[in-house]
């Protein structure tokens, strides 16, 4: 089955990912973009709404590529009407507009998805088969990079924010994934500078995130690590491979066909707002 997905959004990300991903198929096809700005749009080479209802009207899930706070307003219009959604990361700017988000998908009962790339790929799912074989009890992840210092992604809500919102939901995830549950969270540093996150998490194991983007020249790729009574394993973003997309829109498009939830859902998302919420309020 194919699905026909709506895109809203055509930025930078939404240019490089999200409009040639859906086009290809072979599980999706891109019906139409709406984006507050038509012009840029316009060179996808599909229709372009001029009312994001007429985008509704002609697709059967939405996939968003938009700033935090409009996902969240925008999200809320796509489940009312019964679409399914593929969701960026973070889910919303606030943990308010997070459970709105949320609350709306569950009340619609629509599928949605969540957009946590490391989760998609081969590799992150044998490391998490390997880490279950070694009793896990601690770990540490880091994310650090320049993309703050200029760029496509050094946008208004990254630069006002930091590496907390953008980045930490992908560490913060694949700890939780490795380790269980995270049950609570300590953070110091700054958003915009070097932030750390000691993650409790309900198996009593404990980890560590560092986060920046901030850091000039050359930096090392993202990692995961985690150790256990029987040995350790680590894993680079380096190792995700390129078809992370392709599994994660075959993912969506038989969640979508299937109907029912999928493991990475508005809800999961709303539970990593959280952390993430409980994280800034303690950094001011």
């Known amino acids: 089955m194919t699905i026909s997905v709506g895109l809203v959004g055509a930025g930078p990300w939404a240019e490089m990912v999200h409009a040639p991903m859906l086009a290809a ?29 007429e985008l509704f009207d002609n697709c059967e899930a939405v996939a968003f590529s938009v700033p935090p706070a409009v996902q969240a307003e925008l999200g809320v219009l796509a489940a009312k009407a019964g ?16 459970r709105r988000l949320a ?12 957009v946590l790339t490391w989760r998609y790929s081969e590799a992150t799912r044998a490391f998490l088969a390997r880490v279950s074989a070694i009793e896990p009890f601690g770990g540490h992840a880091a994310n650090v990079s320049g993309s703050l210092l200029g760029g496509d992604f050094a ?20 700890l939780d994934a490795a380790l269980g549950r ?21 198996t009593g194991a404990v980890s560590e995130a560092s986060l920046c983007m901030s850091v000039p020249g050359e930096t090392p790729p993202s990692h995961v690590e985690v150790h256990g009574r029987l040995g350790w394993e680590r894993i680079d973003g380096g190792q995700l491979g390129s078809d992370v997309f392709a599994v994660m829109l075959a993912e969506f498009a038989e969640t979508v066909e299937r109907g029912g939830g999928h493991p990475l859902d508005a809800a999961h998302g709303l539970r990593l707002q959280e952390i993430i919420d409980a994280a800034e309020r303690q950094l001011g």
């Open 25 to 53: 198929g072979p599980d999706t096809r891109l019906a139409g973009v709406w984006a507050r700005r038509p012009e840029v749009a316009a060179r996808f080479g599909v229709p372009v709404f001029d009312r994001i209802e």
């Open 83 to 98: 679409k399914a959604l593929l969701l960026e990361k973070p889910l919303a700017a606030d943990l308010d507009g997070a």
């Open 103 to 114: 609350e709306a998908v569950a009340e619609a009962g629509v599928p949605s998805q969540m």
């Open 155 to 174: 946008t208004p809500w990254r630069l006002e924010r930091g590496a907390i919102l953008d980045v930490g939901p992908h560490m913060i995830d694949m």
């Open 182 to 202: 995270v049950a609570g969270v300590r953070a110091h540093g700054n958003p915009n500078g070097w932030v750390g996150l000691l993650l409790e998490h309900e």
